[in-house]
């Protein structure tokens, strides 16, 4: 015989080996898993957890309605509003002057910002960059809080 006539022979055995025990494996875990749902009631468990669970997913869903409306409520204030596309123009400039140049010298990847670039449209956001540069620059920095006077000694007479 050959030496491939012998592996082959060799590979054939150890897979019907294999075979024979992962059958025997799967009737195991049958067995196991009969004994199991003998030995605990299942259907007494799943029946008697089931009334909290859609208790719990309909807090869930109460909670959400919330969260959504109180969302809504704030969004549509002006004052947040002004906020947010304040946050926005700042966020870009921020991924123009800090991100772009840091990840093009690190090499590390931009991803994150090819995706944002495409659905978001561009047009409309240069207009609105100078005038919320234009206020950072003519605004005086902030003087710390004054001190007290430390206090007096109180003299004996």
């Known amino acids: 015989m050959s030496i491939t006539t012998d592996i082959r022979t060799y590979a054939d055995t150890a ?10 494996a799967s009737a195991a875990v049958v067995d196991l898993r009969a004994q199991a ?3 605990i009631n299942v259907d007494a468990i799943k029946t008697a957890v089931e009334p909290y669970l859609a208790q719990v997913k309909g807090y869930g869903h109460d909670l959400t309605e919330r969260a959504e409306s109180l969302f809504d409520t704030v969004r549509s204030d002006a004052r947040v509003a002004k906020v ?29 910002n090819t995706s944002k670039a495409a659905s978001k449209p561009s ?5 609105s960059r100078p005038a919320a540069t234009k ?3 003519t605004k005086p920095a902030a003087k710390p809080a004054a001190r007290k006077a430390p206090a007096k000694r109180a003299t004996k007479s």
């Open 123 to 127: 047009a409309p956001k240069p207009a």
């Open 84 to 112: 947010l596309d304040t946050a926005g123009v700042v966020v870009e400039v921020v991924q123009e002057k800090v991100v772009k140049p840091v990840q093009s010298l690190s090499g590390r990847g931009s991803k994150p």
């Open 15 to 24: 897979v019907n080996q294999g075979k024979e025990i992962a059958g025997k």
């Open 135 to 137: 206020p950072a620059a």
């Open 37 to 39: 749902e003998k030995a």
